[in-house]
């Protein structure tokens, strides 16, 4: 079996955060939007339903823990959870906390604008926010 990459996409737009036990933690580098993408370290997954009931149950288990997390450290209005993949096959489901403010309120984030890049102090806030309120949970 090959071994976990990140598909390039996802390098190219993600930041690492950290390794949870079975997913690996990505911040989007999108100003607009607190946006985290959980991608689970298996070889080779496009869609969820390849994973095992355990590695499902797991990464279920991160992605509400991560949810909780957003929530109280973003004080969203709502969170998008989804995983598409029609453009990056690699399975990874996005987290995106919404505000009735956002540019793209209420639709989908996607086509809406282009990547707003963060600062590199906006970047570390954000970083230190969600790891401090993962930690607090449990991961």
Request: net charge neutral; proline share 8%.
């Amino acid at each position: 079996m090959s071994a976990f990459e990140l598909h390039p996409d996802l390098r190219r737009d993600g930041i690492e955060i950290c390794d949870l036990p079975l997913c690996k933690v990505l911040m989007i580098n999108d100003a607009a939007y607190p946006w985290f993408v959980l991608v689970p370290r298996v070889p080779g997954i496009k869609d969820a339903y390849e994973l095992s009931e355990a590695e499902h149950a797991q990464m279920m288990f991160e992605s509400r823990t991560l949810c909780k997390a957003l929530m109280e450290a973003f004080a969203g209005e709502k969170m998008n959870v989804a995983a598409l993949g029609n453009m990056t096959p690699q399975l990874h489901v996005h987290h995106i906390v919404r505000f009735k403010k956002d540019p793209a309120w209420p639709g989908p984030i996607w086509g809406v604008q282009p990547l707003t890049p963060m600062s590199e102090a906006e970047i570390r806030r954000r970083k230190d926010l969600i790891v401090s309120r993962m930690s607090a949970l449990g991961l």
